[in-house]
């Protein structure tokens, strides 16, 4: 069995502008998760990883934790994830 390592991630970012008629979701403690669009699509950040081709002329982009296990990236743990507005 190979060692396994685990490593903290931290992702902070800002959208400089997010259209007004989309209507925040929140969690049960208030925090904003997310956002509901006007056709009732639901939008979430998600952490994702990026894995560029030997050739560096292609990038794929995994998102699910079945894809990242694939790749050898196991138990994915959120802390915490929101929006919180400037």
Not at 31 to 41: E, Q, S, Y
Not at 53 to 63: F, L
């Amino acid at each position: 069995m190979a060692d396994t390592n685990a490593y903290e991630f931290k992702i902070k970012g800002v959208f400089g502008n997010v259209d007004p008629s989309y209507q925040p979701v929140f969690d049960a403690d208030g925090n904003t998760t997310g956002f509901k669009l006007p056709d009732g699509r639901l939008v979430q950040l998600v952490a994702a990883l990026e894995v560029i081709s030997a050739d560096e002329t292609k990038a794929e982009y995994v998102t699910s934790e079945a894809g990242m296990s694939d790749l050898g990236f196991d138990v994915l743990e959120y802390d915490y994830l929101q929006f919180d507005p400037e």
